[in-house]
């Protein structure tokens, strides 16, 4: 019986995730012709409904040159900043980081990248050695300063270019 729970607790796991994935799934994109627009005996689409498309479309490259979306450049590896305290390793905490720019930096960030983690890593450091580490550091009045100063550093090679620093995941291992 005890060697049979362990597989009767995964398949009942694997099914419970398999289900969770088929409800929480997003809705298909398929369209009835109807929705589509389109003349359901023919397959082609109205006169007026064409009329509305292109009006549509107008509209639509009017506001493209205001919305171009910024591009998220994730930094290639996590860092890994050990928490000191009375001399002593009292635990590791591992950050990933994102990068949000404008437009077409992917290349200027990846050229960049070594001296980015470099600088990033040292006020990563400096935030440990003043206690951001400890106790509740998830906070947002704790992390707040930490990307600030990440994103003033970042700046200091990317420029204005560079718009926010996004803390993708954070965790703390004491040891």
Same mark, same amino acid.
Do not use: C, W, Y
């Given at each position: #019986?005890?060697?049979?729970?362990?597989?009767?607790?995964?398949?009942?796991?694997?099914?419970? @995730?398999?289900? *969770?994935?088929?409800?929480? /799934?997003?809705?298909?994109?398929?369209?009835?012709?109807?929705?589509?627009?389109?003349?359901?005996?023919?397959? $082609?689409?109205?006169?007026?409904?064409?009329?509305?498309? $292109?009006?549509?479309?107008?509209? *639509?490259?009017?506001?493209?040159? $205001?919305?171009?979306?910024?591009?998220?450049?994730?930094?290639?590896?996590?860092?890994?900043?050990?928490?000191?305290?009375?001399?002593?390793?009292?635990?590791?905490?591992?950050?990933?980081?994102?990068?949000?720019?404008?437009?077409? #930096? /992917?290349?200027?960030?990846?050229?960049?990248?070594?001296?980015?983690?470099?600088?990033?890593?040292?006020?990563?450091?400096?935030?440990?050695? #003043?206690?951001? &580490?400890? @106790? /509740? &550091?998830?906070?947002?009045?704790?992390?707040?300063?930490?990307?600030?100063?990440?994103?003033? $550093?970042?700046?200091? &090679?990317?420029?204005?270019?560079?718009?926010?620093?996004?803390?993708?995941?954070?965790?703390?291992?004491?040891?």
């Amino acid at each position: #019986m005890s060697k049979l729970l362990p597989i009767l607790l995964l398949v009942i796991g694997l099914g419970g @995730g398999i289900g *969770a994935g088929i409800m929480l /799934a997003p809705p298909s994109e398929e369209m009835d012709p109807a929705e589509a627009g389109e003349d359901s005996e023919t397959g $082609e689409e109205t006169a007026s409904q064409k009329e509305d498309s $292109e009006d549509h479309e107008e509209a *639509a490259d009017a506001d493209v040159d $205001e919305t171009i979306p910024n591009d998220f450049i994730k930094i290639s590896s996590q860092f890994v900043i050990p928490v000191v305290e009375r001399d002593q390793l009292a635990s590791l905490v591992v950050v990933s980081l994102s990068l949000e720019t404008k437009p077409g #930096m /992917a290349s200027k960030v990846h050229s960049f990248e070594p001296k980015l983690r470099d600088v990033m890593l040292r006020v990563l450091f400096d935030h440990a050695n #003043m206690g951001g &580490f400890r @106790g /509740a &550091f998830t906070r947002s009045e704790v992390l707040d300063p930490l990307r600030t100063s990440l994103r003033e $550093e970042g700046r200091r &090679f990317l420029g204005s270019d560079l718009i926010d620093v996004l803390i993708l995941e954070i965790t703390r291992q004491d040891v």
